[in-house]
């Protein structure tokens, strides 16, 4: 405990990790606050129709990501979701359109480009996603009287551009937090969300506990708060070994290259989980679409859709794999590519030994990521899954989130990330105070 408050004081002493964490936290509490408004022309109280819709299914995991804001009927209650869909989109064309692989190569220039044409797609998807959810809000609340201002064109229309100014002001809220805070800001702010649905999730649990038989239901749920406990732990020492792992049979680079550091040798930087929790999210985001499509079916899905729209269906589960293994292949292969670092070794006078420079090098770190990208696949995809088997052992859905699935690699490693930047900053701190203490002894 003494190490911990040690830390914290050490941390508290640098003034720039002092600011961007305190930034961190005020941006992080404008977003919370802008959750709770309610768009205008709509009366909270009697939204429990919608409430109880996203208790189940698909739709709770939407209000998860928006932290409670899609069943509150938030001005930001399509969250950031419609932003990682347009990245994913952008993604693709970035791997089958010569123009944006053209983009890619261009560095600083060609990012700037790629970023406002995903800024674009945003407000496409959101121009079609806010109508609607507008449209699954008013079959909810039919009768109710929840539009206090009346459902015509013209309420559409401007809920359609708030709902859309919202969600893009949560992706500036993040860009923000990334440039002038800790953590990177889109990972934190999906974070914060699932974070904010955790007590309700607990008390809910708890509640339908004590309601149960007695004596029995109070330790079935210590007997799942123990099991969450033990899952986070593991998740966590697994997803830090796993990350510090180096792929023992990828041979070490010498010569000249300057991926080296002080001229030693050093090993191909593969990991078996380089793509981190992005496929899961990507994953995520193209399951929800059957459930925009439900919404514009109205009350007479397809079995196919409400199997989809069953998150414990055998055919969402397997789905839901096979994206995330695709997903896993596809953001490995965008983000490491084995040509371009074998040109970016020959020009550094790096080789492999006992591998030809040029194309066998190519051909042999894509042959090593393709062996260590599976079993890392398997692993986030067996995490992704652990919700649904939870919820077929009896626990409610919004409590079973936490125990795997996107919530529990989110919080892990967005947790892990924004404290690997932190010590980054506390290493640089101390290392520029040896350095000053050093030309201090020089001059003296």
């Known amino acids: 405990m003494n190490k911990i408050i040690e830390t914290i004081k050490n941390i508290w002493r640098i003034e720039d990790l002092r600011s ?16 709770t408004v309610v768009l205008p022309g709509i009366d909270p109280s009697e939204l429990a129709q919608l409430q109880a819709q996203t208790k189940g299914g698909l739709m709770s995991l ?24 347009a990245s994913i989109v952008i993604q693709l064309l970035a791997v089958a359109v010569p123009y944006f692989q053209k983009m890619q190569r261009e560095g600083e220039s060609g990012r700037r480009k790629i970023a406002l044409y995903t800024r674009w797609l945003t407000i496409a998807i959101l121009l079609f996603q806010a109508p609607t959810y507008l449209i699954n809000l008013k079959a909810q609340t039919a009768g109710s009287g929840a539009f206090l201002v009346g459902d015509g064109f013209g309420f559409m229309a401007t809920s359609t551009i708030i709902l859309a100014a919202g969600s893009m002001f949560i992706l500036w809220l993040g860009e923000r937090i990334t440039d002038k805070g800790i953590g990177n800001g889109v990972s934190v702010i999906i974070m914060i969300g699932i974070i904010a649905r955790m007590p309700s999730a607990i008390i809910e649990e708890l509640t339908s506990a004590l309601s ?14 123990i099991g969450l406990v033990a899952v986070m732990a593991i998740a966590i020492l697994l997803v830090k070994a796993v990350r510090k792992v180096p792929v023992q049979y990828a041979k070490r680079i010498e010569g000249n290259s300057k991926l080296q550091v002080g001229g030693a040798r050093q090993y191909i930087p593969l990991k078996l989980f380089a793509a981190n929790v992005m496929p899961i999210i990507f994953a995520q985001a193209v399951m929800f679409i059957p459930l925009t499509l439900a919404q514009v079916a109205g009350s007479n899905p397809t079995w196919v859709l409400r199997q989809f729209l069953d998150h414990t269906s ?91 699935g996107t919530s529990l690699l989110i919080l892990v490693g967005v947790v892990m990330d924004t404290l690997q930047q932190i010590d980054s900053h506390m290493s640089v701190r101390n290392y520029d105070r040896m350095l000053n203490s050093g030309h201090t002894r020089n001059r003296s």
Request: hydrophobic fraction near 50%; charge should be neutral.
């Open 314 to 404: 055998f055919l969402y589960n397997l789905v839901f794999v096979i994206l995330i293994i695709a997903f896993t292949y596809f953001y490995t292969a965008i983000t490491l590519n084995p040509v371009q670092m074998s040109e970016d070794m020959k020009r550094n006078n790096g080789f492999i030994p006992g591998v030809k420079p040029g194309e066998d090098t190519a051909n042999y770190i894509d042959n090593v990521m393709t062996h260590i990208t599976f079993p890392g696949s398997l692993f986030i995809s067996l995490i992704a899954i652990l919700p649904a088997l939870a919820s077929l052992c009896g626990v409610k859905q919004g409590f079973a989130q936490f125990f795997g």
């Open 62 to 85: 939407l209000d998860m990501f928006s932290g409670g804001a899609f069943s509150q009927a938030s001005i930001f209650a399509l969250g950031i979701m419609p932003y990682i869909s």
């Open 212 to 225: 149960g038989a007695a004596g029995g239901g109070l330790i079935k749920f210590l007997l799942e708060i």
């Open 20 to 35: 961007r964490i305190l930034v961190t936290i005020l941006f992080v509490a404008i977003y919370r606050f802008g959750s």
